[in-house]
């Protein structure tokens, strides 16, 4: 049986401080992997939409097979929710005004067109 009241242990001073400190140690690590993770997604989700599909090849790179837009854009989906999910845990972890969040998801936007048009100079 569990202890009630007076009879249950306290959490000492110690204990109780170390959860903010801990919590404050790992916010900038976290911060900086979901910010790559953003930003890994729209370069790839980009990359795919520029190239016009992407190449996928076996564990021993015996055969090679080519996804058509089509089909690839089911993956370009998935990296720009991935991208999109990502950027807006960040900008809610800043608690910014509704304004900033507007110009941010449409500087995201800028981006992805931006980016895609970039990349289809480049690999021409």
Do not use: N
């Amino acid at each position: 049986m569990r202890p009630t009241g007076s009879d249950a242990p306290k959490p000492t001073e110690d204990k109780v401080a170390a959860v903010p400190a801990a919590r404050a140690e790992m916010r900038g690590p976290l911060i900086a992997s979901v910010a790559a993770l953003s930003l890994l997604g729209l370069l790839g989700a980009c990359l795919v939409l520029a190239h016009g599909g992407f190449e996928t090849s076996g564990k021993r790179g015996g055969w090679h097979v080519f996804v058509p837009p089509p089909q690839s854009y089911i993956m370009v989906a998935l990296m720009l929710a991935q991208s999109g999910l990502a950027l807006a845990w960040l900008v809610q972890q800043a608690r910014w005004r509704r304004g900033a969040q507007v110009a941010v998801a449409a500087g995201w936007l800028a981006a992805v067109w931006g980016l895609t048009a970039l990349l289809r100079w480049w690999l021409a």
